[in-house]
């Protein structure tokens, strides 16, 4: 093989990641080595190692920086509407179009659960910050307390995200028409929680 020519440190740093997305993606932490992602580069293993220190940094930052773009979508789409039922929406449709337009990185994610303990934790607390963001905007529009928007806040980004995850194993429905059916079950349970004549005693 020849050798790949030379990159800009940057520029090798973001290719690195890039690949190591789709391996992690594909193989997982585990089963992916360092050796493959330099092999698949075309480059030697010490090159990775010029970059980072080892394979769980290289991982983390993967996951990161897929926790960095999917909240800069979700942020971006709840702050472009100012409707409650677009806000409930955005917030589904966010896990979705992220799992349509970076497959890998979103593979990445619905994995970081089980990997490691270090990636388990990153995640948790990405879902965290998450529902940080949906909270913030469900007290905008209703009047809950902080700790009812906390609650309905995580229930919502943990409705969008295993809706996306069970949407991508087998991608054979509409994205969007499956977002926008979870967006109509979320809102209408959402506008019922302030309806005086709702009274769901669950078994009291």
């Known amino acids: 093989m020849p050798p790949t020519p030379r990159m800009r440190r940057a520029q090798r740093r973001a290719q690195i ?3 190591a997305t789709r391996q992690f993606a594909q193989e997982g932490y585990h089963a992916t080595s ?3 992602i330099a092999a698949c580069i075309g480059v030697s293993k010490p090159v990775l190692y010029q970059h980072f220190e080892s394979k769980l940094d290289l991982f983390l930052t ?4 897929a926790i960095d773009n999917l ?6 789409l709840l702050d472009s509407v100012h409707d409650r039922r677009e806000r409930v929406y955005s917030t589904i449709k966010s896990f979705f179009m992220f799992a349509v337009e970076d497959r890998n990185a979103f593979d990445v994610l619905m994995r970081a659960d089980n ?5 388990r934790q990153h995640w948790r607390d990405a879902l965290d910050s998450f529902a940080d963001t ?3 905007s469900i007290r905008r529009d209703t009047e809950v307390t902080e700790a009812e928007a906390n609650i309905l806040g995580h229930a919502l980004v943990g409705m969008a995200k295993q809706a996306a995850f069970e949407w991508s194993r087998n991608r054979d429905y509409d994205p969007y028409e499956s977002a926008r059916l979870v967006g109509i079950l979320a809102f209408d349970g959402l506008s019922a929680i ?6 769901l005693h669950l078994g009291e």
Not at 62 to 65: A, N, R, S, T
Not at 194 to 199: G, H, K, L, T, Y
């Open 194 to 199: 302030e309806d005086p004549q709702v009274d």
């Open 17 to 19: 990641i890039s690949i």
């Open 62 to 65: 993967v996951l990161d920086e």
């Open 134 to 136: 949906v909270s913030r």
């Open 115 to 119: 990997e490691n303990d270090e990636s």
């Open 34 to 36: 360092m050796d493959a």
């Open 71 to 76: 909240n800069r979508m979700l942020a971006t």
